[in-house]
């Protein structure tokens, strides 16, 4: 089992930045699991946003965020980031870590998930 929860959601105006973080329990976390973000907008389905396989070698982005957003992970700390600059009030949503076996499956939204972290963009 695999516990997983966000933070550094908030408030911030276009144009801005937040960090998001996900901190994972396990001792195995850094072996075995591959990490992604999703974020649901009020009304609309779950979208994929970004993934990192399980060495921080080879990330995944949403086209929609594409050159704005970074995700990194910190396999010492059992954790992963998304760092998202230049923020459009179209990004407002609640943001979702996953964990699972491969990016595939993260992207395929087959594995673990956190509760969320509402971010809002204001215009």
């Known amino acids: 089992q695999v516990e997983l929860v966000e933070s550094g959601g908030g408030l911030v105006q276009a144009g801005g930045s937040l960090r998001l973080s996900c901190a994972a329990s396990g001792r195995t976390f850094s072996s075995i699991y591959a990490m992604g973000w999703f974020r649901q907008a009020p009304g609309k389905a779950r979208e994929f946003v970004a993934a990192?396989?399980?060495?921080?070698?080879?990330?995944y982005y949403a086209d929609s965020v594409k050159g704005r957003f970074t995700i990194s992970r910190d396999n010492a700390k059992n954790t992963v980031y998304l760092q998202m600059n230049s923020l459009k009030p179209e990004d407002t949503g609640v943001y979702y870590c996953?964990?699972?076996?491969?990016?595939?499956?993260?992207?395929?939204?087959?594995?673990?998930w956190g509760q969320g972290t509402q971010v809002t963009v204001s215009s």
């Open positions: 990192i396989n399980r060495s921080g070698s080879s990330t």
């Open positions: 996953a964990a699972g076996p491969s990016t595939a499956m993260v992207r395929a939204r087959s594995g673990y």
